[in-house]
Every structure is written in C-alpha cells, then in structure tokens.
C-alpha cells in the first residue's frame, strides 16, 4: 500500500496538532515504509527518500494566512502530485485536506475537535472554515478519524456523512521522554508549584484558574503556566494578574522544550486542566505518565481521557477550582491515589498502538 502523509502541521516549536503530527507520523513509519510525509520540518524522521519539504510559509504559526495558504496549497500541488503518483490512501493529521475529487486515492481526515463551532466567537475566522469548506473535504474523503468518542459525537451532530465511515483512534504519548523523574530541578527552582500546560485562548479558561489562584493567595504556592505568550491574550491576563498581585505567584514560562516538560510535570503538586471544551488533551497522558495527579474539568472528552484517574472540576466554577487545588496542596492520600491511578492509566495509551489502528483502517479501506 502507497501512503501519502499531509504533515503540514509539523514545524518548530509544535503545539498540540504539531506534536501529534510527529508522533503518530514516526509512528506509521516504524511499520510502514511505502510512505511519502509532506512536512514542514525533517525532524519528523523520514529518510530523504519518505520526505517532502513544504514551503516556509506554510508554518501553522502564521495563524489564519497560514491556514489559507495551506488549503491553497493542499488544492493545488499536493492534489497534483497525488493525481501523478496514484497513492492509495492520502491521509491528512488534522482537519485540514484536498477538497478537490480525487482519482485512484482515498483520502482520510483527522478530526481532532470541532471547537469553531462549539465557541465560534473565540475562532471567528475559522468558523467559516467549518462552516464552508470542510463540509467539502468531508465529501470528498473516504473516511474519518476522530481522536476521541466526544469529538465522533460532535462531528456527528454537525456534518451530514451520508454513512461515511468514522473511526475512533486515540493519541498516545512518548514512553521513551514521558515518565517519572525523581529530583526534579523545578522544585528546587520554585518550591511547591501547580502546572499549566496549553495555549492561552479563552476556552482554556486560565482567567478562572488565576481567579482561583487568589482565593487561594496565602497558600505556600506557586502556579506555572507553560505555553507561548500569545500577544492576542497574554496582555490581559498579565494584567489580571498584577490586579491580584500575583506576580509572585503566577509565572508564565512561555514555551518550554521538550526535554524539560517531564521534569516539570514531576515535580509539579499537581497537573491542572480546566478547560471549557477540548476534543481529547494531550498533556494529560504526558502528565499521568509522569506520576503528575491531575485536576480536569468535568466534561465528557476529559472524563474519557482520565477516567477515574483525575479529581474533577467545574470548570465554571472557581471555588470547585480553587478546592481542587487546596485538596492537592494538603491532602497526600489523595495525592498518592491519583499518582498511582494516573500512571495506570497513562499505559493505555500508545502511539504504536494508535499507528497500528490507523493502518487496519487503510486496509479495511483497500479491501
């Protein structure tokens, strides 16, 4: 079987979408070898011969001109190069994919989450692209991944299918960087401390976690935010910070490299995720795997991720938030118990794993 790979969401500095692209895609490369990967950054793990680097300006970093150019991109050169080549399936990591008809291709589509329409006045712009043209790429693929039951559930309620197949894989996460590590350095560096780890878009609700923080104010803590200072609202909850005084208290760490995340989610009282909507959340396999008890919002996608293995919040709640963090800073039973369930868990969930789904998928797909 002939494999193109749309990997265009691997660049430097990989948020989420960026670091499942990369995964996943080695991945399939580990038992797959007639694969061609289009992507933005050779690190992915190709040999010269798998690999196809896209332009500059293709980077997910350039937010809406990135996302146009990308489409344009994926309508244009890569629909040709799949008409030329003739492979048999052209698989896309997320959402994004040809939505011009395809000849002697199947095509298969990720869906990670359908946020744009769940708060379409946090993604204005990208809302039309759910709204208009992924309707497009729908039709013209064979089938669909979600990463999780919610985000089948979604994809459901919002796009007519006409019985198109739709899958359930899940992500995994990288056993060979995310495990405990015992003397972290970052206790040493800021004492007790609660993690972040995300972007800073509104429905990651860190205003009500900041909030919370201040309830909890004279408590010996501090709380770590690590993701990039995006300029659109890092402004305004800086300033809600320096209004509690919190300076002290709540850091923004902007991104950190890779190699130190484990260590950071080792030492850390606990992981802390109250976000309003996601379609699965990576970081809480990476933290559970770090032996990091995790506090999450209550709502379906996160439960399915977790399971038992979380202490489970209101995410519009900031006192549920704020005893969540209390529980965790003085309660070491509870502690021990989530560690322990949250390392459990965190083995359920593998990359390999996820590779090997994906290719019975294509094959089913052959048949």
């Given amino acids: 079987m002939k494999l193109f790979i749309n990997a265009t969401h691997f660049y430097e500095h990989p948020s989420g979408l960026g670091v499942y692209t990369k995964n996943l895609v080695r991945a399939l490369l580990s038992i797959h ?10 690190d992915i793990g190709c040999s010269n011969q798998q690999l196809v680097i896209t ?24 629909w040709i190069q799949t008409l ?43 809302k039309y692209y759910f ?37 359930v894989v899940y992500p995994g996460y990288d056993r060979d960087v995310f495990f405990p590590r ?10 007790k401390y609660f993690l972040f780890v995300g972007d800073m878009r509104p429905h990651k609700n860190l205003e009500r976690l900041i909030k919370a923080v201040n309830e909890l104010r004279c408590e010996n803590f501090k709380l770590l935010i690590v993701g990039k200072k995006d300029m659109r609202f890092y402004p305004a909850l800086w300033k809600m910070v320096r209004g509690y005084k919190l300076e002290e208290k709540v850091l923004f760490l902007d991104y950190v490299p890779l190699e130190d995340l484990p260590y950071l989610y080792s030492g850390a009282e606990a992981f802390v995720f109250p976000s309003l909507y996601e379609g699965f959340g990576l970081p809480l396999i990476e933290a559970m795997a770090c032996g990091c008890p995790v506090i999450a919002s209550d709502i379906p996608p996160l439960r399915e991720v977790c399971d038992q293995s979380a202490y489970y919040v209101d995410p519009y709640d900031t006192h549920s938030v704020a005893c969540a963090l209390y529980q965790l800073l003085t309660n070491n039973s509870l502690k ?30 052959m048949a």
């Avoid at 048999?88 to 011009?100: D, K, P």
Wanted: aromatic share 12%; with cysteine; charged share 25%.
């Fill in 336 to 365: 021990r118990r989530l560690r322990m369930l949250g390392l459990w868990r965190a083995k359920y969930f593998s990359w390999e794993k996820s590779a090997r789904q994906h290719m019975s998928i294509f094959e089913e797909l």
């Fill in 33 to 42: 070898d007639q694969i061609k990967v289009f992507t933005g950054n050779p």
């Fill in 131 to 167: 709204t208009h043209f992924l309707p497009l790429v729908i039709k013209n693929s064979q089938a669909i991944v979600c990463v999780s039951e919610n985000t089948k559930k979604d994809l459901l309620d919002y796009y007519k299918l006409n019985d198109k197949p739709v899958y």
């Fill in 55 to 78: 332009p500059k300006w293709l980077n997910p970093r350039k937010g809406t001109i990135g996302h146009i150019l990308r489409i344009l991109w994926e309508n244009s050169y890569l």
């Fill in 182 to 191: 015992y003397g972290s350095v970052f206790t040493k560096r800021f004492g």
């Fill in 84 to 126: 030329r080549e003739r492979p048999h399936i052209l698989f896309s990591t997320v959402h994004e994919g040809v939505a011009l008809p395809l000849v002697h291709t199947k095509q298969v589509i990720t869906l990670h989450d359908t946020i744009a329409l769940k708060f379409p006045q946090y993604f204005k712009r990208l």
